[in-house]
Structure formats: structure tokens, C-alpha cells
């Protein structure tokens, strides 16, 4: 799944839970702007705000994120270590 897929999927299930943008980033203590850039496919939200998403919208987190993201975290979290080490 590439970014606007996931965008589309989030726009989907919170339209289809009956949150706006508005309240589905007030529930997640983030701006409406960061919603709509990822329903938009401009970002991805963290890793802990999809948690999250996924327990608001009632989907596993499997379900938002794809293989690419899990390499991207993956490869992140390899460089932070290295830059620490």
C-alpha cells in the first residue's frame, strides 16, 4: 500500500465512523492540517499516532501500515541507533 492508498483507506473509515477531520485530529491531539495531509498522501502519520488511529477507526494497524513504512521505521531507527552509538 503506497501513501494515497493509505490516505484514501484513513479518509474512508473516518468518514464511514462519522468523524470529521476536525474531530478525528482532536481525538488524536494532532492539527486537521496532518489529517488531511495524510488522507491527502502527502505524509504518513507516525507510528504511534497509527496505533492509534487504528483503535479510534476500529482496524488493525496491519491494515495502515504498509511494507514500506515498516522498512522506512525500520531503517530510521537504525540510524538513530548509530548516531547514538
Known sequence: MNLIETGKLI???RKDAGYTQASLANA???TDK???????????PDILTTKCI?????ISIDSLVSDEEVSR???QQSLTEQQKG
Open 11 to 13: 479518509a474512508k473509515l
Open 28 to 30: 488524536l491531539n494532532v
Open 34 to 44: 496532518a489529517v488531511s495531509k495524510w488522507e491527502r498522501g502527502v505524509r504518513y
Open 54 to 58: 487504528a483503535g479510534i477507526l476500529d
Open 73 to 75: 521505521f525500520s531503517e
